[in-house]
C-alpha cells in the first residue's frame, strides 16, 4: 500500500496562488508516476496535471496549462502542485494519485489517491 497526504489548501482570492503538496509513503516512491485530479461536488473528478517517474515528463489540462506547475522530489518522496493567476472556476477539492506506469496523462490506472485538500477561490 501507499500512503498520500495531501497538504496546501485553502482559501485564497482570485489572482493569488497556492502550492500544495502530496507526502507519499508505503512504495517506492520513484517508481511511481504522480498526478493532481480535482473534483467539484456534483461532478466527475478531472485530471489536472502529472508527471513521470523521473519528473522529465509533464502533462496538464487545457484548463490549468501555463498557470499550473507540477513537480516532484523524489528524495522527500513528494509531489508538487504549484497553482498561480487562480480563478473562481479552480475551486474543488484536489487529489493527488499514483500509479506504477510508463509516461503521465489522464488515461492511466492510477491505483493509490489521497483524501484530498479543498481549494477555494472567492473574493
Known amino acids: 500500500q501507499m500512503q498520500l497526504v495531501e497538504s496546501g489548501g485553502g482559501l485564497v482570492q482570485p489572482g493569488n496562488s497556492l502550492r500544495l503538496s502530496c507526502a507519499a509513503s508505503?512504495?517506492?516512491?520513484?517508481?511511481?508516476?504522480m498526478a493532481w485530479f480535482r473534483q467539484v461536488p456534483g461532478q466527475e473528478r478531472e485530471f489536472v496535471a502529472g508527471?513521470?517517474?523521473?519528473?522529465?515528463?509533464?502533462d496538464y489540462a487545457d484548463s490549468v496549462k501555463g498557470r499550473f506547475t507540477i513537480s516532484r522530489d523524489n528524495a522527500k518522496n513528494t509531489v508538487y502542485l504549484q497553482m498561480n493567476s487562480l480563478k473562481v472556476e479552480d475551486t474543488a477539492v484536489y487529489y493527488c494519485?499514483?500509479?506504477?506506469?510508463?509516461?503521465?496523462?489522464?488515461?492511466?490506472?492510477?491505483?493509490?489517491w489521497g483524501q484530498g485538500t479543498q481549494v477555494t477561490v472567492s473574493s
Open positions: 494519485a499514483a500509479g506504477r506506469f510508463v509516461g503521465t496523462g489522464p488515461n492511466k490506472p492510477y491505483e493509490y
Open positions: 508505503g512504495r517506492a516512491f520513484i517508481f511511481y508516476s
Open positions: 508527471i513521470d517517474r523521473s519528473g522529465g515528463s509533464t
